[in-house]
């Protein structure tokens, strides 16, 4: 398997710009998560998916924030006007949703820089 | 509230030395607990996890955890330090539905 493939890799975009990064999550799996790395703040749930479905999403920091899971093989996420303070890692996990122990599986993340 | 609290930002340790990364968790009731392992400009990888079977948990690499109810913590050990130990640790814990990870934990690994 080829575990969850993040793209792009790295990105950079000016003010105001729209941003999407994209996430496959392994396939099989039921729950897929949008995480936000930074030095400030850690590692932040933006949101989470079970079966396709938004299940929390109070993590997303605003309005301009905004996931998709279409369908149970890819998901975007979408900064739409992009800001500076939202550079970071985006990192996208999914997981086989069958009990409370379930382990998350990480993509190698988007590097996001807004200039 | 519910959080997960990792105590030490940053720990020092020389090769071949005990490692100890301390975590504490904030629940009402006993979450699913979890270590994982960020090496630089990687993503995070499982190291184990805590599923209310033994309190005792072995992962990979030498790592192992033990969940104390008690003092509502999951410290991360590991008897003798590699220098390829050198990472960011994250603890995280999943009450219900609800999922949450520590600041992190930096190591380093003196020669």
């Known amino acids: 398997d080829a575990g969850v493939i993040q793209s792009p890799r790295h990105e950079v975009t000016e003010m105001g710009q729209e941003v999407t990064l994209r996430c496959k999550p392994i396939?099989?799996?039921?729950?897929l998560f949008w995480y936000r790395q930074t030095m400030m703040r850690g590692l932040e749930l933006l949101i989470y998916?079970?079966?396709?479905?938004?299940?929390?999403d109070s993590g997303m920091p605003e309005d301009r924030f905004s996931a998709k899971m279409p369908n149970a093989s890819f998901s975007t996420l979408k900064i739409q006007p992009s800001e500076p303070r939202d550079s970071a890692v985006y990192f996208c996990?999914?997981?086989?949703?069958?009990?409370?122990?379930?382990?998350?599986?990480f993509g190698p993340g988007t590097r996001l820089l807004v200039l | 509230a519910q959080s997960v609290t990792q105590l030490d930002s940053h720990v020092s340790v020389s090769e071949g030395t005990p490692v100890l990364l301390r975590c504490n968790y904030s629940?009402?009731?006993?979450?699913?607990l979890f270590w994982y392992v960020q090496h630089p400009n990687k993503g995070l990888q499982l190291l184990l996890k805590?599923?209310?079977?033994?309190?005792l948990v072995k992962g990979i690499n030498g790592f192992e955890a033990e969940f104390k109810k008690s003092e509502t913590s999951f410290h991360l050990t590991k008897p003798s330090a590699h220098m390829s130990d050198a990472a960011e640790y994250f603890c995280?814990?999943?009450?219900?539905?609800?999922?949450?990870f520590g600041t992190g934990t930096s190591l380093t690994v003196i020669p």
């Open positions: 805590y599923t209310s079977a033994a309190t």
């Open positions: 629940s009402s009731y006993s979450p699913s």
């Open positions: 995280g814990a999943r009450p219900g539905n609800q999922f949450y």
């Open positions: 998916f079970n079966n396709n479905v938004p299940i929390d």
């Open positions: 396939s099989g799996h039921n729950s």
């Open positions: 996990a999914s997981s086989l949703l069958r009990d409370r122990g379930e382990t998350q599986y």
